[in-house]
């Protein structure tokens, strides 16, 4: 059955047929021009030939015992504890942030804004080096929490700043991106009928940006768990008090390459699932 056409001679994209809705996916695919997908397969490729070649290299009758060693669980599981912690650092300062930005108006926004952006196009190196700089121990605050008996580089406390310094912008982002496509409509109408601003954040505001908020909490995660060169720097590769996962893959790049190779995989499926848990709550 041959789907109604509009004037131009294009199928419409409101008609039913036989096969059901002819929705507006498929009509972007049928509009784009054939030449695009020459340079899609290679978009494609530069990411999954380089992904096929480490899941061909894995040595599988060892998998288990190479992920299984007492130095890649301690590293996985610190990886676990302190991405989560991060996570947990994010949302609590992230959230606020992102209100501020895009609910409030305010001389320098701009360069906060900015600001706080800038841990996504740094290199990592240069956000460890600049931590270092603020909580050493010689550092702007670190050496008066050093006088006070704290300290935080080279522990573990360094590895959650760390990763709390490159994911923050992530969460930001996301919470933000949701705020600004919302109307304010809702938040007015509740505000007029008597709700105080901290009941329309909890009732209103909130809910209606959860999406995003969801979304932006698994990047960070995702991010905190795959960071290298910020821990390196600030916090350096202590077995079981600094050496996190991509850290452990570093160092045994070196002595025992089939062992590298087994954790990038293992950290490969993880940033999969958290990927994929991600563009699920996206499209919802």
């Known amino acids: 059955m041959t789907p109604p056409r509009n004037q131009r001679g294009f199928p419409n994209a409101n008609a039913r047929g036989r096969r059901g809705h002819l929705g507006l996916d498929r009509l972007r695919i049928v509009t784009l021009p054939r030449w695009i997908l020459v340079p899609a397969v290679l978009g494609a490729g530069l990411v999954l030939v380089p992904l096929l070649g480490l899941v061909l290299r894995v040595d599988w009758a060892d998998f288990g015992s190479l992920i299984s060693t007492e130095a890649s669980v301690s590293a996985l599981l610190l990886s676990i504890r302190t991405a989560f912690a991060a996570t947990l650092i994010c949302l609590l300062l992230g959230v606020p942030l992102a209100l501020l930005l895009a609910r409030t108006r305010f001389p320098g926004q701009n360069l906060l804004r900015t600001a706080v952006l800038l841990p996504l196009v740094l290199p990592p190196v240069v956000g460890g080096i600049a931590l270092l700089q603020a909580f050493g121990r010689r550092g702007l605050l670190g050496a008066q929490l050093e006088a006070a008996g704290i300290s ?72 905190a768990l795959g960071e290298f060169g910020a821990t390196l720097t600030f916090a350096g ?12 893959i570093y160092l045994q790049r070196e002595v025992d390459p089939d062992a590298a190779v087994a954790l990038s995989l293992l950290l490969l499926v993880l940033a999969a699932v958290i990927v994929a848990l991600t563009h699920r709550g996206v499209r919802r």
């Open 152 to 223: 935080i580089a080279f522990s573990t406390t360094a590895v959650v700043l760390a990763q709390s310094f490159v994911s923050l912008p992530f969460l930001v982002l996301s919470v933000e991106g949701a705020l600004r496509s919302n109307a304010v409509g809702y938040e007015e109408v509740a505000a007029g009928l008597g709700a105080g601003p901290g009941t329309v954040l909890r009732r209103i505001t909130l809910p209606l940006v959860l999406p995003g908020l969801a979304s932006g909490a698994v990047l960070a995660f995702a991010r």
């Open 237 to 248: 590769s202590l077995q079981g008090v600094t050496r996190t996962l991509p850290l452990e």
